[in-house]
């Protein structure tokens, strides 16, 4: 393998394990307040996407991505009031089905709405065809809005949970709801904050990968997979490992394209989440106290 082949395979792993990991997040900023597994956390990512893509038509870019973003929280705030806000200690199994439901009444919409077109948007900077030289290889501008992006993502959500009073409040929820009640936090509003702020970074996501990957009404699908992979690999609840791990899965599939078929990458992750389910169910990152105290 030469070295601008190892370069644009890195590079490759580097951006779509940088989806991984945003997708991973808004699983786990879910989980950490309410210990509910998201399972529609990927349609966030499909409607970010597609909603932006239509108001692009009449929008400037910038105002379409942050109107998108917007209906995506509020649509992210509806499905924890109507759906989850009146269940009363529900378990696992329940969760599971309600959430995957959910994901498919979504889907379905998507395709009512805009059929089964692949859309995308515009590259943010230059076209398909720009690039920018990074040591022997051409890397596309629209990667390098894809890491950064990512970058931002995790450091302005590290610091809203260390240094602000919401985060904090959202973090005694994931820690004791009961006591967190009682010193007089509203921890159903902290779980609907929860969702609304892992929608909003889930349609940011679907936004900046739209150029580079195309939006289709059930590409939220096989995102979600991914992401619940990766937040698994990094262990649920901790965030800043989902970085790690999102890169990791990332970086594999993309040198796997040498060894296995295209058409076969999805089983790779699959055969990872499995991989790590039976043998460290709570992640590399991870540790058997981490399900007790969820922290990001």
Known sequence: MTSELFLQYLFAGITYGSIYAIVAIGFNIIYNTTGI????????????????????????????????????????????????????????LRMIIITIGISILIREAALHVWGEGVRSLPYF?????????????????????????????????????????????????????LAATLCGINTKNMVTLSFMLSAAIGALAGCVVSPITYTQYD????LAIKGFTVAVLGG???????VSAGLLLGIIEAFSIDIVPLAFQDAISISILLIILFVRPHGLFGSKEAAGLKEF
Do not use: D, Y
């Open 219 to 222: 590409s939220g699908t096989g």
């Open 37 to 92: 597994i998201n399972f529609a956390q990927g349609e966030f990512v499909m409607l970010g996407g597609m909603l932006s893509i239509s108001l692009h038509t009449f929008l400037p870019l910038p105002l379409a991505i942050a109107i998108a973003v917007i209906i995506t929280m509020i649509i992210g705030a509806l499905i924890e009031i109507i759906f989850i806000r009146w269940l009363e200690s529900p378990s696992v």
């Open 125 to 177: 900077n230059g076209n398909e065809i720009s690039s920018i030289r990074i040591l022997s290889t051409n890397v596309s501008p629209q990667v390098l809005w894809v890491i950064g992006v990512c970058a931002v993502i995790v450091v302005l959500l590290s610091l809203f949970f260390k240094f602000t009073s919401l985060g904090q409040e959202m973090r005694a929820c994931s820690s004791n709801r």
């Open 236 to 242: 649920l609840g901790n965030s800043m490992a989902a």
